[in-house]
Nanobody
Framework: QVHFVESGGGLVQPGGSLTLSCVTS????????MRWYRQAPGQGRELLAR????????NYVASVRGRFTISRENQKNTTYLEMNNLKPEDSAVYYC???????????WGQGTQVTVSS
């Protein structure tokens, strides 16, 4: 069974930084791309970034490009999202998901809350 455990969220001031982690299990991590999403209250989940299985390819939604960096450690079955220059509009629950294709889904993890506020 596929599992995702996200962590690293918290309260941060505008302009601050956080690095989120997602530890996975139940599938061959090194053979799969990974994606990060977020969901703000009252909104749908938004795809933010994705990374290929070996980390050689990444892409980002325009709103986070240049501020967020997705990475992975295949030996640890873990993907990361480094977030810099955070803005109040980045406040949301952040989730990871298996796969490069946006059509690939498993059960979501619990997510990690990020709140950007002064």
């Amino acid at each position: 069974q596929v599992h995702f455990v996200e962590s690293g969220g918290g309260l941060v001031q505008p302009g601050g930084s956080l690095t989120l982690s997602c530890v996975t299990s139940g599938f061959t991590f090194s053979a799969n791309g990974m994606r990060w999403y977020r969901q703000a209250p009252g909104q749908g989940r938004e795809l933010l970034a994705r990374i290929s299985s070996l980390g050689s390819l990444t892409n980002y939604v325009a709103s986070v490009r240049g501020r967020f960096t997705i990475s992975r450690e295949n030996q640890k079955n873990t993907t990361y999202l480094e977030m810099n220059n955070l803005k109040p509009e980045d406040s949301a629950v952040y989730y990871c998901m298996k796969g490069w294709s946006v059509e690939e889904f498993e059960a979501w993890g619990q997510g990690t809350q990020v709140t950007v506020s002064s």
